[in-house]
């Protein structure tokens, strides 16, 4: 694909846990978006650190090529390299940060460093619509869950989170409580759909102002478990994971509606691997409509880790010249603000 000096043509990485993700954008707009999951994982129940960064070695040379090839462009085109100094795994961070170091390195452009979870929010920016500004953004995962205030593409500010686990930890734990494999969060999601979310109760962890707490209902739910016998908990399923999934996202949309009323703001907006949740999903539209919010949610394949989401993020540093320099090393526990 030529390009010309004004151009401003990237290629962003993502290594921060088990997805090798590389992406390629073109004045804002992305023209390839690889990524290749790790299956090893699943036979442990949980991602393993030490396997992670090796296979992100084993497959971010192929996984760059590929994005390169998709896109069209060359090496001698690319104006910057982006990619994930944090949070996340250091091994896996390390691989990512090492590759494009070099990679700025040797074709003498500029490194972009790009923080993974406001990168979450800005894959609402791949394409349209976007959300105006000022947004609130509800950013869950795996090891975050937070409601963001978005004054900009490169000014938001943590307004809330939680105290203890996050909410893709309480799905992805209970799933294990519950026999159901990992990654446990789609397949609780999959049972819920087929099961009552009022066949049992869960205790709703209500902290003050706008943090979460989530160790308390999984804690509930051993009991439970513990309680009920293996048998019964298998004949009633897709009613407890139905259940446990309907409390999950009553306490999220409770503290997403108080900081909505706090702030005035209906601009509503919802990132991270747990915003691919079904029910979720769903349940944020259902109370769009009674509170009149816009919302705003990515297409599935940018609300999964993926390089895209970096890709954007990166565009909008390198417009603002916001580059690192070759001293970078990765941080496992990058603050958003």
């Given at each position: 694909?030529?390009?010309n000096?004004k ?12 997805e ?28 393993v650190p030490?396997l ?5 070695q084993?497959?971010?040379?192929p ?5 390169m ?7 001698s085109?690319?104006s910057?390299?982006?990619f ?11 691989v990512g ?8 390195l040797?074709?003498d452009?500029p ?20 959300p ?10 795996g ?6 205030r ?13 105290r203890?686990?996050?909410v893709?930890e309480?799905?992805?734990k209970?799933?294990k409580?519950l026999g159901?494999?990992y990654?446990?969060?789609?397949m ?12 049992f109760?869960?205790?709703v ?8 707490s ?6 509930s739910l051993?009991?439970?478990i ?10 009633n ?10 409390t ?8 997403l509606?108080r900081?909505?009323k ?34 705003y ?14 890709a ?16 970078v090393?990765?941080l ?6």
């Open positions: 694909m030529p390009t000096s151009d401003i043509v990237l290629l962003a990485i993502e290594s921060s846990c088990d090798t993700s590389a992406s390629v954008i073109l004045n804002g707009k992305i023209k390839s978006n690889i990524v290749a999951s790790q299956v090893i994982h699943e036979q442990f129940g949980g991602v030490e992670a960064s090796r296979a992100h084993q497959l971010i040379v996984v760059v090529s590929k994005a090839e998709e896109a069209g462009i060359q090496k085109d690319l910057g390299i982006g994930t100094r944090g949070p996340g795994l250091l091994g896996a961070l390390l940060t090492s590759f494009a170091k070099s990679t700025a040797a074709l452009i490194l972009v460093e790009v923080n993974h979870m406001q990168a979450h929010v800005l894959a609402h920016f791949i394409e349209e619509p976007a105006e500004f000022p947004f609130l953004c509800l950013t869950v995962s090891g975050h869950t937070q409601i963001v978005v004054n900009a593409p490169l000014e938001m500010e943590v307004i809330g989170e939680t203890d686990d996050a893709g309480a799905f992805d209970a799933a409580m159901l494999g990654p446990g969060g789609p609780i999601d999959k049972l819920a759909a087929q099961g009552n979310p009022e066949a109760e869960f205790p962890s209500d902290m003050q102002g706008l943090s979460f989530f160790s308390g209902i999984k804690t051993l009991y439970f513990q309680q009920k016998g293996a048998e019964f908990v298998q004949e399923l897709a009613d407890i994971c139905a259940s446990y999934q309907h999950l996202i009553k306490m999220l949309l409770q503290k509606r900081a909505s706090e702030l005035k703001i209906k601009q509503i907006a919802i990132a991270g691997g747990v915003s691919a949740n079904s029910g979720l999903r769903k349940a944020l539209h259902e109370m769009g409509e009674k509170e009149r919010w816009e919302v949610i990515p297409k599935f394949e940018y609300c999964t880790d993926n390089a895209a989401m970096i954007m993020a990166a565009h909008f540093k390198f417009q603002n010249q916001e580059f690192t320099d070759q001293k090393s990765p496992p526990r990058f603050e958003m603000n």
